[in-house]
């Protein structure tokens, strides 16, 4: 398995992030990680990540361990933050370049080329993040992740700021990646987006997966049979956020 | 407006004193708050008790000579202390840092900017909001005046927060007025261009009649400095141009009530006329929150240098060491961060400095002026420069978040943090040291040639070594103490703090003296064992021993920190306000 997160727990101080968290992404599975705030998304995400430290459990990447060989781990690993952290004093073509000396690429400039102008960045090489605009700098982030062959690509919201065609593009740009083998974690709120793009769901609610499968067999679930085969009716019945009708309002 | 503001100032002091006694409930901030309040009791409150001068009867023959020289220091302080205003009013212009009090908080500006009130409401919303911080300086300040009775410290405080209001208010109207000096507007252009001839003619007529004196007399001593530049501003002209800014000052030298009121009018009076002078920049104040509003809207609400994309001449290869691009990434951020304008004014105040130190060096030789100068450059580069220069792991914790997804190991990322500032560092230690030795004739005269240049080379070889020991150091705390050490250009506040800060300063001392010890003790086996073979030129390989222990010390220290660096997180740390 590309990814392998066994009895994860996560606590800041007396708070419990994540806890108990197991399950599996194969390579060429997009796996849509949802749940309502404060579930232990990005926690979870920051940890396969590499940047927190595991409490207890155990994560590994194609094999790694990341927490006894992070280097090796971290290598197969793009992750793209929902929040655009980039260095104010590097302009776009240096991004790439930094990531391209940190991940080794080889073939640097054309694939730096393709990825600008694959994400509407052509003309925007030498400007710095002061100079971008927010669905911009995200699209210097999602560049960094993508400029490099990772096995293991991780989105935090990924559609937060850009526009329609960002969006699609996006879209396409996930796809394509899962066809050419990468395991591919996204976490979202936008239940449409993961409907149509992801191949496996799993739904976290206060640190713990309360659900994990394809919509189809969360729609055969008994207790959900009420829900319908709608990712958001399944979501918010599972939980425990379904609107509640009175008797009238059924009949109508 | 006034309600609410009166409104955010007081629920804004509510939670944040409730914010920081909740937070001393972690050792460290409660270490810090220790620390912050002891010192305050010693620096401050132990100087509340009223004092009075000793008699001339009683007091020792050094003590009279003192007292002496402070009734003398009295006499033309005011006159000094207008002039000090008047150069700080000049530089002013040239610095390029903007007011403080145009500083608005991202809430501030997604709450106040589009509410239907007037943008000169903002500007009084922001001077409110000042008072407090304001205040509390001059109470600090006024509390650390050496002898004084509890009047007079009420006086000082008063005349201080007078002070430091009006500064407050003019630095604002030079940070409008300075981008009006080329704009098309005929009024607000006029306005800023009277303002900048007001404070620089003023200053040239005080500078050439000081410039005049000092060339007709040159002095041996501060004192002799002190005694022209008083008499000079004193009299005729150069007093009357100082007039509006001696005022500012003089309730501060008051020695009674009465003389206090008098004086308090004039200083009030040039107040009010800077607050006029703001307001009537009002154009400009609208195109500055415009600008603000737009730059905040895009970016986090901590404080943040100002880039400039331009080549530096270095491409990043491809492959290489893993310390490399971090090293890389430094220089960038210098090179970009320093702006073109910035060299401009520091090469005006280097010029400036020159002419200063040639004046001041006719008596005794411009060789021995500029070499004493060059070599104290050299040792306030190696002790301070590390301090200051802070563009490694104490700024990139900010990044942690991207630092810690890269595969390098975690001994590489330390080490090539450190790097670069390092040798910046370095280079400016030894520019200046060099300097110090050329000239080191003049400077050291006493000393013989084989002592000079020994003694000079082997400060040269060591400054790396004592740079990159307080590196580590710096870097260790930050990834040991992430909480204690501000982010990027922000500062935490608070006396607990100000504790920690104390307390860190303290403890890098400390551990210099540890990480040198070693070094020091196996260059001075070299120089005990081998001094009377070789004499003065033991020195060096004295020095270069030293500098091989401290260099594996750190080496083995960026090794030791690796656990460290992969604990860390900083989303586990308060970092408070």
Not at chain 2, 133 to 143: E, I, K, N, Q, Y
Not at chain 2, 163 to 190: D, K, N
Not at chain 2, 487 to 505: E, H, I
């Amino acid at each position: 398995m590309a990814i392998s997160v066994q009895q994860l727990r996560r606590t800041y101080g007396a708070f419990t992030a994540v806890d108990d968290l197991s399950f599996e992404v194969g390579r060429g599975e997009i796996v849509g990680l949802i749940g309502p705030n404060g579930a232990g998304k990005t926690t979870t995400l920051r940890t396969l990540a590499g940047i927190l430290k595991p409490t207890a459990g155990r994560v590994s990447v194609d094999g790694h361990d990341l927490v006894t060989a992070p280097i090796e781990a971290k290598r197969r690993l793009a992750f793209m933050p929902d929040e655009p952290h980039l260095f104010e004093y590097l302009t776009v073509e240096e991004h790439l370049r930094l990531v391209a000396r940190l991940y080794t690429v080889p073939d640097f400039d054309k694939r730096a080329r393709e990825l600008i102008g694959e994400l509407e960045l052509t003309g925007k090489e030498g400007a710095l993040p002061g100079e971008l605009s927010r669905g911009m700098r995200q699209k210097v982030v999602i560049a960094c992740g993508l400029v490099r062959d990772a096995s293991v690509l991780l989105f935090d919201e990924p559609l937060t700021g850009l526009d329609p065609i960002g969006i699609r593009r996006m879209r396409d740009t996930i796809t394509r990646r899962a066809r050419q083998g990468a395991a591919i974690l996204v976490s979202s709120h936008l239940l449409h987006l993961v409907e149509e793009v992801c191949t496996r769901v799993i739904i976290m609610a206060k640190g713990h997966k309360v659900a994990d499968g394809t919509v189809k067999d969360l729609a055969t679930r008994a207790d959900l049979a009420a829900a319908g085969s709608n990712l958001e009716e399944i979501f918010l019945q599972i939980t425990g956020h379904a609107p509640q009708f009175t008797a009238d309002e059924q009949d109508s | 407006m006034v309600g609410a503001t009166a409104y955010i100032m007081w629920c804004s002091a509510k939670n944040r004193v409730r914010r920081r006694l909740r937070r001393l409930r972690e050792p460290r901030y409660l270490i810090g708050a220790i620390f912050g309040v002891a010192y305050l009791f010693f620096a401050v409150y132990g100087r509340m008790a009223p004092r009075r001068p000793s008699s001339s009867r009683s007091a020792s023959p050094g003590a009279r000579r003192a007292q002496s020289v402070v009734a003398t220091m009295t006499a033309s302080a005011p006159a000094l202390g207008g002039l000090a205003l008047l150069v700080a009013a000049a530089v002013s212009w040239l610095m390029p840092f903007g007011s403080g009090l145009l500083e608005f908080t991202q809430a501030e500006t997604a709450f106040l900017f589009p509410a239907p009130i007037p943008r000169r409401s903002l500007l009084f919303y922001r001077l409110m909001r000042s008072q407090w911080a304001v205040f509390f300086g001059a109470l600090v300040m006024s509390l650390a005046y050496p002898i004084a009775t509890i009047s007079a410290r009420t006086r000082g405080l008063l005349s201080v927060w007078l002070l430091l209001m009006t500064a407050h208010v003019f630095f604002t109207g030079v940070t409008l007025s300075r981008p009006q000096l080329r704009r098309r507007s005929e009024h607000s252009q006029l306005l800023a261009r009277v303002a900048v001839a007001v404070v620089f003619g003023a200053l040239a007529v005080v500078l050439t009649a000081v410039a005049r004196h000092l060339w007709d007399q040159p002095i041996l001593n501060l004192t002799d400095a002190y005694k022209v530049i008083s008499g000079v501003v004193a009299t005729g002209v150069p007093h009357l141009v100082l007039v509006p800014f001696i005022a500012v000052v003089r309730p501060l030298f008051a020695d009674g009530w009465l003389s206090f009121a008098k004086a308090l009018g004039p200083a009030i009076a040039v107040y009010l006329i800077t607050i006029a002078w703001v307001l009537r920049a009002d154009e400009a104040f609208g195109t500055i929150t415009e600008k603000l509003t737009d730059a905040r809207g895009s970016q986090p609400s901590q404080r943040r240098a100002r880039y400039q994309a331009r080549s530096v001449g270095w491409d990043l290869a491809l492959t290489g060491r893993a310390e490399t691009p971090f090293m890389w990434k430094g220089a960038l951020q210098t090179f970009r961060v320093v702006d073109r304008r910035v060299l401009i004014r520091v090469g005006i105040m280097i010029v400036w400095l020159t002419v200063v130190v040639s004046l001041f060096g006719r008596a005794r030789g411009l060789a021995q002026a500029l070499g004493l100068l060059a070599t104290g450059a050299a040792i306030f580069a190696t002790i301070i420069g590390p301090q200051v220069m802070r563009v490694d792991m104490r700024q990139d914790l900010q990044h942690l978040e991207v630092l810690k997804t890269w595969p390098v190991r975690a001994a590489a990322v330390v080490r090539g943090e450190m790097l670069w500032p390092a040798m910046v560092v370095t280079m400016v230690a030894w520019v200046c040291g060099a300097v110090g030795i050329v000239l080191s004739a003049a400077t050291f005269s006493g000393a013989s040639l084989s002592l000079r240049i020994a003694g000079g080379l082997a400060a040269l070889i060591l400054a790396p070594a004592f740079v990159v020991a307080q590196f580590t150091i710096h870097n260790t705390a930050a990834l040991m103490f992430p909480a204690w050490v501000p982010l990027g250009m922000s500062r935490p506040r608070g006396v607990d703090a100000m504790g920690q800060r104390l307390f860190m300063l303290g403890a890098t001392w400390l551990m210099l003296i540890f990480v040198v010890a070693p070094g020091a003790i196996a260059g001075g086996i070299v120089w005990f064992a081998f001094r009377r073979l070789i004499g003065a030129w033991i020195l060096i390989p004295a020095a270069m021993v030293c500098t091989t222990v401290i260099a594996l010390e750190v080496l083995m220290a960026t090794e030791a920190l690796g656990p460290a660096y992969e604990r860390l997180d900083l989303s586990s740390v308060d970092r408070g306000e």
